[in-house]
């Protein structure tokens, strides 16, 4: 039996989400409980899917949930190009993908930012629409639990017709098997979410277009590909720009602790460190200097940071430096 009306329907006669994540951030999981909570727990039709390349941390993932009557049989499969509702997992992914395209004035965004809405309008350029912003990553230091239970306490927040007790059954039925010891942390998550959330509107005022659903489509194909498909040059990715990859933190440099061993520069899987010749004036002779590292293609893995023997990388929290002002550039 369903227990409330769907508040708004496309021409289809579907409630429909998109969230944009990157592997790893729990954005595929996130979709499957929405989706558990609306089908199960208040019984509309549903469907929910996920995709994604290959499958690993880093990789964007895009996660669609659907919703209509009871009555009405599911019988769309493709992905959701004019969400009602856009969950934005990792911010960094707005320099990378339109992932806003197709989110109209009348949709809410809600996006794991440490900035108001205001600022985050602006940095999404949005056309217009509702804006609701949560610092995921704070919250999860501070809880102690994954980023996705946060997210997924905003988004249903986002969902005024959602029944947040079917949501945190669905959340018990999904995570409590897998991590029955986790369970009251991601609980305690999702309320944190759901109550930590900062919520403003905008109107259409021409700041920003509104920009269409486009399919996406590779810059590479066979006739232009290097041989091998390999990436010789910095940052192992096509699109060159690891930046939404990084989970919050960052290797921080450390140059006056560096012996310049190059060990760091050996285990990066993306070069992002820069040597450059210099002369030893102890030994007179040419050896190669560490400068820094470039993190448009630094992804955050901190293999360097486990790696250096003398602490002149170190882990910290990406929000509290100024990334332009640490980069070296290659
Ligand atoms: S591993 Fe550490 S000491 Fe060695 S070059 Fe890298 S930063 Fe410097
Ligand atoms: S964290 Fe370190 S090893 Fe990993 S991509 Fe960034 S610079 Fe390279």
């Known amino acids: 039996m369903q227990k409330a009306t769907l508040p708004v329907k496309n021409k289809f006669g579907f409630f429909e989400v998109r969230l944009e994540s990157i592997g790893g951030l729990g954005a595929n999981v996130a979709g499957k409980i929405l989706a558990e909570a609306g089908v199960m727990g208040m019984g509309y039709n549903g469907s929910n899917f996920a995709s994604y390349g290959s499958e690993k941390k880093g990789t964007p993932v895009s996660s669609y949930v659907r ?32 992932i806003t395209a197709g989110v109209g004035p009348n ?68 995570l409590g098997k897998k991590y029955e010891n986790q369970l009251k942390a991601n609980l305690r998550g999702f309320e944190a979410g759901y109550e930590q959330v900062s919520i403003d509107s905008f109107d259409e005022d021409g700041r920003f277009p509104f920009i269409p659903f486009k399919e996406a489509k590779g810059e590479w194909g066979y006739a232009n590909a290097p041989i091998g498909g390999i990436v010789v040059e910095a940052g192992s990715m096509i699109l060159k720009n690891n930046q939404s990859s990084r989970q919050g933190k960052i290797p921080l440099f450390h140059p006056g602790k560096c012996i310049h061993c190059g060990l760091c520069e050996t285990t990066c899987p993306d070069y992002c460190f820069s040597f450059e010749p210099g002369m030893d004036e102890k030994t007179n002779k040419t050896q190669m200097y560490n400068k820094g590292l470039d993190y448009q293609y630094c992804k ?29 550039k290659l």
Request: proline share 4%; aromatic share 4%.
């Open 67 to 98: 919703f209509c009557d009871s009555d009405k049989a599911v019988r769309i499969n493709s992905p959701v190009t004019d969400p009602h509702v856009l969950g934005v997992f990792h911010e960094n992914l707005v320099s990378r993908l339109p």
């Open 107 to 174: 949709a809410t965004v809600v996006i794991n930012t440490d900035k108001d809405p205001h600022n985050a309008r602006e940095y999404l350029r949005l056309s217009g629409g509702r804006v609701i912003t949560v610092d995921a990553i704070k919250i999860a230091y501070e809880e102690k639990v994954r980023m996705n239970a946060i997210m997924i306490g905003a988004i249903t927040r986002a969902m005024d017709f959602m029944d947040k007790e079917a949501v945190k059954e669905a959340i018990r039925q999904t």
């Open 300 to 328: 955050g893995c901190l293999r360097c940071v486990d790696v250096c023997p003398v602490e002149a990388l170190t882990e910290e929290l990406e929000a509290e430096h100024d990334i332009e002002k640490l980069t070296v």
